[in-house]
């Protein structure tokens, strides 16, 4: 027997007993699986779930019919059928999972295919970069430009009286648009996109120098951090009273 499939199961061995000898006199060869142990604990049966009639595969639908004919098996329960034959010739061969009794194979099976959407589903409900970026306003604590250490100063918030003590220069992202705080001048205006997981700041119309080029993105809940090959803007999020 080369790969068994159980067709039908028993709670006694004295009732396997005539099904197994008129299906071997049929020519097909069967293995009862468990029966050893429920000879020995007889009571344990039903708590193993009785004793296990297999086939080889190539029989399993023959010896189901036959069984439906002598009126062993409901004919309106399906047996073994074509699916189960098919599932086991599919998933034998897995690695650990197709050393398992078929029905245990199927159940793992499912419980996989099962939880396969979740990754998908927290995906869904976790924020995008591009979502986080623009859902708010950064206040930038320092900017380093080639190893030096940089406070901005925007003229334009001192003359609106835009300084707070949460926030004082603000790095703000809108639709493709990006504000920039300045060093002693008015804010920097220019755009931005994501390019493979990157922020590409360009079209600067100033300090392109300092500010133009791929920034790597590290954010999370209260800090954002973009770095260039020359340029790193350290944020935090904005306080809001």
């Not at 100063?153 to 003590?165: F, V």
Request: hydrophobic share 40%; charged share 20%; aromatic share 10%.
């Amino acid at each position: 027997m080369t790969r068994p499939v159980t067709i039908a199961t028993f709670t006694y061995p004295s009732e396997l007993a005539v099904i197994r000898a008129r299906l071997e006199s049929e020519g097909i060869e069967c293995f009862a699986a468990d029966e050893l142990t429920v000879q020995v604990y007889n009571l344990m049966s039903n708590a193993m779930g009785g004793i296990r009639l297999q086939v080889d595969e190539k029989d399993a639908v023959r010896a189901t019919e036959l069984l439906k004919e002598w009126g062993q098996i409901p004919e309106e329960e399906p047996g073994v059928g074509a699916f189960w034959i098919k599932f086991n010739r599919l998933t034998h061969n897995l690695p650990w999972i197709g050393k398992l009794q078929l029905q245990l194979r199927f159940l793992v099976l499912l419980g996989i295919i099962g939880l396969t959407p979740l990754p998908f589903l927290y995906a869904s409900l976790v924020p995008s970069v591009k979502s986080q970026l623009m859902s708010q306003n950064w206040c930038v604590n320092y900017i380093t430009f080639d190893g030096q250490y940089f406070e901005p100063k925007t003229i334009e918030n001192r003359e609106r009286n835009l300084t707070s003590e949460s926030c004082s220069e603000t790095l703000m992202f809108a639709r493709r648009v990006m504000i920039i705080p300045g060093f002693q001048s008015r804010p920097v205006m220019g755009k931005w996109e994501l390019i493979d997981d990157e922020v590409y700041i360009s079209e600067l119309d100033t300090f392109e120098h300092i500010f133009e080029g791929f920034y790597a993105i590290e954010i999370n809940d209260q800090t954002l951090v973009l770095t260039s090959e020359h340029t790193t803007i350290h944020c935090k999020m904005e306080a809001h009273p």
